[in-house]
């Protein structure tokens, strides 16, 4: 690992391709991660090392805000996004 280390310095732009959806099903494999943050404690974890981030989220959940559950209704042309923002979390939709 000191290698590693030495090896790679990561510059600015840094980008993390980890799938982390919760997986609810039963499976025979267990696998312990100590530290390891689930998907909304990454994005905490990133913020608060001023680490912006993005991430795909469906528009199902829970905390997506209701005026982009239903992008139909919104008449947008292909390429064209919305974008609404609370705290510091941006949601934004793109046809």
């Not at 390891?36 to 199902?60: E, H, Q, S």
């Not at 559950?69 to 941006?90: A, D, H, I, Y």
């Amino acid at each position: 690992m000191n290698t590693f280390h030495h090896k790679y310095n990561p510059g600015r732009e840094l980008v993390i391709d980890e799938a982390m959806v919760a997986f609810k099903g039963q499976h025979y494999i267990k696998q312990y991660m100590k530290g390891k943050p689930t998907n909304v404690g990454l994005m905490n974890t990133l913020y608060d090392n001023k680490t912006y981030a993005c991430a795909t989220t469906r528009p199902t959940r829970k905390e997506w805000p209701t005026e982009l559950k239903f992008p139909k209704k919104l008449k947008l042309n292909r390429g064209e996004s919305k974008s609404l923002q609370r705290g510091k979390v941006t949601a934004t939709i793109t046809v």
